[in-house]
């Protein structure tokens, strides 16, 4: 192999190394995996190795003329891996800015390694798609979690702590508010997100239930969230305090903002140098947060436009300067007029 670097292992001794763009997992005990990995994905038990590998621009030079099975294969081989017993994510996100949380609750341990980017992918189930497939299409992923978990677990448990996992990567995103990038919802993904689930055959500690009610099912969830949260950080520098901003909020519903400049009456650059005080104002982005769920609850049929509308506006009182006063009202004005 080339120089790689031992930088986590689990109490099950699995070992986790850096290697060339790229973290793998060497299996030291036998394990049964779930993943959505073009290679060897699917319910496995055969695997000696899994990996989270960044993709260059050199190597998504090469996608362009090659199927990712074949590249992920010749990668297998590039690195001394048996293709057959491995399986493993793609992303742009980069491996230096990885992310290992575990947690343990008496003899439950669950360990998540994640990489994160919701830049440019963020996106909503039931968002209207960007494709259409018949003959294949590759995208890389851009949140991808390795979870290893020390206990045994069947495949219909392995089943439903995928499912629970998942559901923790929509709650991490919504706790930070990330909007989707194809619509005015929160992000409940990415469109190409990964996940690879592997659990000890060789534990004796058997587990039967990896649902929301278990305590399993609870450490998956707070590890998969904890993980997400620190990796978008040192990816994409998004935590609770930057996305605590008038500006950052109002992004989700999307409008030309130019037909607000082109709309003002005031000197353009001093009203944006004032709006970029005034949107850090814990009031306005208080008032800013609860317009914008006047407006979700309008959208989903929960309350009436007018209803929603005579409650913005009564709330602009409550503003912090005339900038943002001016931004929301152009806001209600588009949304709720």
Known sequence: MYNERL???????????YLKDSIFIKFNHKRNCI???VLNGGIQDNLEFVFNHHLSQENINYLENHDLMDYLVKLCKDFKFNPQKS????????????????????????TAITTAGVRVNAVCAGDDAGFYEENGMFKPGTINTILLINSRLDDNVMA?????????????????????????????????????????????????????????????????????????????????????????????????????????NQDKHDF?????????IPENIAITSSILNLIDDVE???????????????????????????????WIKKFLD
């Open 7 to 17: 930088i986590f292992k689990t109490s099950t001794n699995d070992e986790v190394y």
């Open 160 to 264: 439903e702590a995928f499912m629970v996992a998942s559901e923790a990567k929509s709650v991490a995103l919504n706790n930070l508010k990330i909007p989707s990038q194809f619509s005015n919802n929160f992000a409940t993904g990415t469109g190409t997100d990964g996940l690879i689930i592997a659990s000890d055959l060789e534990s004796p500690n058997i587990i039967t239930n990896a649902g929301k009610h278990s305590k399993l099912g609870e450490v998956i969830a707070k590890s998969i969230i904890e993980s997400i949260h620190v990796a978008i950080k040192k990816q994409v520098w998004i935590t609770p305090h930057s996305q605590s901003n008038v500006l950052v909020l109002l992004n989700r519903y999307k409008l030309d903002i130019n037909q607000f400049y082109d709309s003002l």
């Open 300 to 330: 989903k049929g929960i309350i009436k436009k007018e209803v929603a509308c005579d409650l913005s506006n009564g709330l602009l009182a409550y503003c912090k300067g005339d900038t943002v006063n001016s931004l929301l009202s152009f």
């Open 87 to 110: 399986s493993g994510l793609v992303t742009l996100a980069l491996m230096k800015n990885l992310s290992i949380v575990s947690k343990r609750y008496k003899q439950i341990e669950v």
């Open 35 to 37: 993943s959505n990995s």
């Open 272 to 280: 944006i140098l004032q709006l970029k005080i005034d949107s850090k």
